[in-house]
């Protein structure tokens, strides 16, 4: 049975901290790795990694994908209070159609 | 805003009712794709239309039922409710059938079942 998990589950940071988070994967036929952001509402799309070792930047947060750890980590620089949320990952084979999501892990950046 | 529209926001309902949640697709998406999210399983697949047509299957509960109609739009139909149904349910739509295409995720229904 595929398996997403990430960790932490849970983090605590003070404004202006760095960040990351870790998305590791025991899937077959491994296809696309995505993170989401999920603040009060609807996840929103962030990345997708389908290649090993290339980085995806977007501001202050960018990812990366390691296929021969079966991970991926997701950093976040000079953290704000507006990145308080839960980062989803979640991983697609190629025998599915649809998202495997790991459980996600919540931020919080206080003042 | 991602585009996807779910109704209603809020729905309260008691075990042993039938509810129906109603998602309308981004225009242009064929896709929809249904999630149940509660606190202690995440975000879980439950099944997938496109064009009208099933096409992916995740852990659908034999009580819950799916349909897309013409007009793209999807509904989830839920069944004899028991507590633990109580949970937030998403729908996503995307471009195509493959899970490569982004998936944009509408607010949600949050299910309350007493």
């Not at chain 1, 952001?37 to 990812?63: D, N, V, W, Y």
């Not at chain 2, 794709?33 to 047509?53: C, K, M, R, T, V």
């Amino acid at each position: 049975e595929d398996k997403v998990v990430q960790s932490p589950l849970s983090l605590v940071v003070h404004e202006g901290d760095t960040v990351t988070l870790n998305c590791s994967y025991e899937v077959t036929n491994f296809r696309s790795l995505l993170w989401y952001k999920q603040e009060k509402k609807a996840p929103t799309f962030l990345f997708m990694l389908t290649s090993s070792g290339i980085e995806k930047k977007s501001g202050r947060l960018s990812s990366i994908l390691d296929k021969k750890e079966l991970s991926s980590i997701l950093n976040i620089t000079a953290t704000q209070t507006g990145d308080s949320a839960i980062y989803l990952c979640a991983v697609l084979s190629n025998s599915g159609y649809a998202l495997n999501f790991g459980k996600g892990t919540s931020l919080l950046v206080t003042p | 805003d991602s585009g996807v529209t779910q109704t209603p926001k809020h729905l309260i309902t008691a075990t042993g009712q039938r509810v129906t949640l109603r998602c309308s697709p981004r225009s242009g998406d064929l896709s929809v794709y249904w999630y149940q999210q509660s606190l202690d399983q995440g975000l879980q697949f439950l099944i997938q239309y496109y064009n009208g047509e099933e096409r992916a299957k995740g852990n659908i509960l034999e009580r819950f039922s799916a349909q897309q109609f013409p007009d793209l739009h999807s509904e989830l139909n839920l069944s004899s409710l028991e507590l633990g149904d109580s949970a937030l349910y998403f729908c996503a739509s995307s471009v195509g059938a493959s899970g490569t295409d982004t998936q944009y995720f509408g607010p949600g229904t949050r299910l309350t079942v007493l």
